[in-house]
């Protein structure tokens, strides 16, 4: 990596929304180092400014100690500009079913929330250092399940998902000491792997009239780790055609 050039380092970049922002931050020539529990498709081994790719899993906490450990040796002292907190889950019932507050197992809970909310924590803090030196951005991926009852999202998904909508307003406040702005991207209906089948009857109820695209997002993230955003910072962007206002 050098020094003229901007660094991202982003998680849950092996499919869906996460892949899609490597390849945008990528077409406009940044390095890029990820992280996923999985490997990347083959194809994306051959993009020259994805330098590294780190396989960890965010919902441990040895995993999570290491990735942070390893991923600061990669940047070596230099500057990280973005951290996008993309890796999520949520849990489905193999009958279709919505998992509620009644029916939901409470070690997923857990499980939802060491993934969803105190990994992006834990990684904010852990590269807190990086990012003040490279006066740079933090994204959090939230989702417009976290901001009213969805049809298909769990309640533990969409309760992690409002947590992490508070912690980017907290994190925001204290990490405009350090020069490092911190923002949310809520997707609504996005076209992706974890998306249900069922979806599909939602659109009538999105204004736009149709699902969104994961360049959708990619686009809207790099707005927010770009210079064109410089002035904002504890805000939470809603990529959904216009649903959340419903």
């Known amino acids: ?61 040895a995993g ?24 999520g889950w949520s849990p489905k019932s193999p009958f279709k079913e919505r998992l509620g507050c009644l029916n939901g197992d409470i070690d997923a809970w857990r499980q939802v929330f060491e993934l969803n909310f105190f990994a992006p924590l834990r990684l ?17 991926i939230t989702s417009i399940a976290g901001h009213s009852i969805h049809p298909f999202a769990g309640s533990a998904y969409s309760t992690s998902k409002a947590a992490l909508s508070a912690l980017t307003r907290e994190l925001a406040n204290e990490f405009a000491e350090l020069g490092v702005r911190v923002n949310a991207v809520a997707p609504g209906e996005i076209e992706t792997a974890m998306l249900s ?4 009857v939602l ?14 997002v990619a686009s809207t993230i790099h707005y927010l780790c770009s210079e064109d955003s410089a002035y904002v910072t504890g805000t939470e962007i809603f990529v959904t055609g216009g649903q959340h206002m419903l």
Do not use: Q, Y
């Open 1 to 61: 990596m050098t020094d003229s050039r901007k660094t991202l380092l982003l998680t849950g970049a092996s499919r869906g929304i996460g892949h899609a922002t490597v390849s945008f931050f990528s077409a406009r020539n940044w390095e890029i180092i990820t992280c996923s529990r999985e490997a990347p498709p083959e194809e994306c081994r051959r993009d020259p400014n994805w330098s590294h790719h780190l396989t960890a899993d965010l919902g441990d906490d």
């Open 64 to 87: 999570i100690d290491a990735f942070i450990a390893e991923a600061n040796a990669v940047l070596d002292g230099r500057p990280l500009h973005a951290l996008v907190n993309n890796a």
């Open 124 to 140: 904010s803090r852990g590269f807190a250092a990086a990012l003040a030196r490279g006066k740079g951005a933090v994204v959090n």
């Open 197 to 200: 089948p069922e979806t599909e």
């Open 203 to 216: 659109i009538p109820r999105i204004p736009l009239h149709r699902l969104g695209e994961p360049k959708d």
